[in-house]
């Protein structure tokens, strides 16, 4: 099936470290969501742009819509070992309701 | 607020037999969709059902089928089962009057075929 590029594929980084990742796509979203999911978890919900150009942040992540709605970025300031996870960015198109495209994920490692 | 629970945690089965998840929505939450997620993938959507009917479709073959209950609960049956079904099967709930795109998934269900 469809998938979104997603990279980094993985991040080894120190504690403290600022952290960015991106999404790209051949195809234009009207919205995009980031996710994190843990082992043996479901994905968890970080945030989610509605507007080409639109940036928001929850906490020390910050994300943004790209202008040409192909594409989105995550940023994680100053990293903490509880942000370790698989970072997973989803975009939904406007012919299908609520179907998310996902990208294959960024697999994040922090060191004390 | 309750978040979406799905049941059995884990389950092994052989191919060729059948199997049924299940699926409780968020409170407030009337739209539930249902992924499949291979080992080291990203979710891949299935089907969405809304007012119990399926309101949408991924590219899955009819062996895989659904339902939605009055309460939102749902149900995702695999008939004829593969080796490659093994996955873990993600279920979301969403506000079908909300923000759309704001899923909110559950632990998932383990599904093992040998």
């Known amino acids: 099936g469809q998938q979104l590029n997603q990279s980094p594929q993985s991040m080894f980084i120190q504690e403290g470290e600022d952290v960015s990742m991106n999404c790209t796509s051949s195809s234009i979203f009207n919205t995009w969501l980031w996710y994190k999911q843990d082992p043996g978890e479901g994905p968890v919900l970080l945030i989610a742009l509605y507007k080409a150009g639109e940036l928001t942040s929850n906490g020390r992540l910050t994300a943004q819509f790209g202008i040409t709605r192909k594409d989105s970025f995550l940023n994680i300031s100053a990293s903490i070992p509880s942000d370790v996870g698989i970072y997973f960015c989803a975009g939904r198109d406007g012919t299908s309701y609520g179907k998310l495209t996902f990208g294959q994920g960024t697999i994040l490692t922090v060191h004390p | 607020e309750t978040g979406v629970t799905q049941s059995p945690t884990h389950l092994i089965k052989t191919r060729g037999q059948q199997v049924t998840l299940r699926c409780s929505s968020q409170s407030g939450h009337n739209t539930v969709s249902w992924y499949q997620q291979a080992l080291g993938q990203g979710p891949q959507f299935i089907f969405q059902y809304y007012r119990e009917e399926e309101n949408g479709r991924g590219n899955f073959p009819p062996r895989f089928s659904g339902l939605q209950f009055p309460n939102y609960s749902s149900e995702l049956n695999v008939n004829a089962l593969e080796l490659d079904d093994s996955a873990l099967y993600l279920c979301?709930?969403?506000?079908?009057?909300?923000?759309?795109?704001?899923?909110?998934f559950g632990p998932g269900t383990r599904l093992t075929v040998t």
């Open positions: 979301a709930s969403s506000k079908a009057s909300g923000r759309a795109g704001e899923q909110y």
